[in-house]
C-alpha cells in the first residue's frame, strides 16, 4: 500500500468473536498501528462476524466520511474460505452499495516475516521449556 489521500483509508478485517478477551488484542494492534502511521492514514478495525464494529459499518462509516478508496487488509493467518469466496462476495456488494472502490488484498500471515516471528516464538517457548 502506497501513501493515502485524504480519501483512502484501510480496515483492518480480523474474523470477530462475542468473547470480549478474543476481541481485546485485536483493538490494541489496530492502535498501535494507528500510533505507528502518525496520522499519515485513516485506519480502522472491522470484524466479519460475533463483534463489532462489523464490515458493513465501517465501509459504510467511511464512505459517508469522504473516502472513496478503502483497502481491506485481512488480519488472518492464511486465506481460507472466508478470504477467498465470502469476502469477496461482500466486498463487491459493498461496493456497488457505496460507490466506493474497495481493495482486498493478501491476509497478513502470508507475509515472510509473520512466518518469521511465529517460528521464533516457537523455537524460544519450546528451548525455554526444556
Known amino acids: 500500500m502506497q501513501s493515502r489521500s485524504n480519501s483512502h483509508a484501510t480496515i483492518l478485517l480480523a474474523h470477530g468473536s462475542s468473547d470480549p478477551n478474543w476481541v481485546k488484542p485485536f483493538e490494541q494492534l489496530a492502535g498501535q498501528i494507528r500510533e505507528n502511521l502518525d496520522q499519515?492514514?485513516?485506519?480502522?478495525?472491522a470484524y466479519m462476524e460475533l463483534a463489532e464494529p462489523s464490515l458493513e459499518h465501517q465501509v459504510a462509516a467511511l464512505?459517508?466520511?469522504g473516502m472513496t478508496h478503502i483497502d481491506v487488509l485481512?488480519?488472518?493467518?492464511a486465506a481460507g474460505r472466508h478470504l477467498r469466496k465470502d469476502v469477496p462476495l461482500q466486498l463487491e456488494a459493498l461496493q456497488r452499495q457505496h460507490l466506493v472502490k474497495l481493495t482486498l488484498h493478501p491476509p497478513v500471515g502470508l507475509e515472510p516475516e509473520v512466518a518469521t516471528?511465529?517460528?521464533n516464538v516457537?523455537?524460544?517457548k519450546l528451548v525455554g521449556d526444556r
Not at 499519515?40 to 478495525?45: A, D, F, P, Q, T
Not at 485481512?74 to 493467518?77: D, N, R, T, W
Open 40 to 45: 499519515s492514514g485513516r485506519v480502522e478495525l
Open 117 to 119: 516471528a511465529i517460528s
Open 122 to 124: 516457537v523455537v524460544r
Open 63 to 65: 464512505s459517508d466520511d
Open 74 to 77: 485481512p488480519l488472518f493467518f
